[in-house]
C-alpha cells in the first residue's frame, strides 16, 4: 500500500513556474515508476509525464515537453514536478500516480496508487 500526498499548487502569472511535490509513505518507493496527470474542468485526465523507478529515464506529453521536468528522490520518497513558461492551459488538478509494474504509462487506468491533487491556476 502506498499513499500519496501532492503540494505545491497555487496561482501563478502566465510565464511563471511552480514546483510540485508528491511525497509518498511507505518503504518501497523506490520500486514504483511515478508519473503525473492533470485533469482540468470537464475535461478527461491527462498524461503529463512519467519517471522510471531509478529516476534514469522520463517521457512528457508534447503539451509539456521543454517546459515540464520530473525528477525524484528515493531517499525522500518524492517524486517532482517542476513547471515552467506556465501557460492558462496548464491550468488544471494536478495527480501523482504510483505504477507497480512496467517502466511507465500514459494511462490512468494502468496505475495502482494516487494521490488526491493538487490545484494549478494559471492566469493570463
Known amino acids: 500500500q502506498v499513499q500519496l500526498v501532492e503540494s505545491g499548487g497555487g496561482l501563478v502569472q502566465a510565464g511563471g513556474s511552480l514546483r510540485l511535490s508528491c511525497a509518498a509513505s511507505?518503504?518501497?518507493?523506490?520500486?514504483?515508476?511515478m508519473a503525473w496527470f492533470r485533469q482540468a474542468p470537464g475535461k478527461e485526465r491527462e498524461f503529463v509525464g512519467t519517471?522510471?523507478?531509478?529516476?534514469?529515464?522520463?517521457y512528457y506529453s508534447d503539451s509539456v515537453k521543454g517546459r515540464f521536468t520530473i525528477s525524484r528522490d528515493n531517499a525522500k520518497n518524492t517524486v517532482y514536478l517542476q513547471m515552467n513558461v506556465l501557460k492558462p492551459e496548464d491550468t488544471a488538478v494536478y495527480y501523482c500516480?504510483?505504477?507497480?509494474?512496467?517502466?511507465?504509462?500514459?494511462?490512468?487506468?494502468?496505475?495502482?496508487?494516487w494521490g488526491q491533487g493538487t490545484q494549478v491556476t494559471v492566469s493570463s
Open positions: 519517471i522510471t523507478r531509478s529516476g534514469g529515464s522520463t
Open positions: 511507505g518503504r518501497t518507493f523506490s520500486s514504483y515508476a
Open positions: 500516480a504510483a505504477l507497480s509494474s512496467g517502466y511507465g504509462s500514459r494511462w490512468p487506468r494502468d496505475y495502482d496508487y
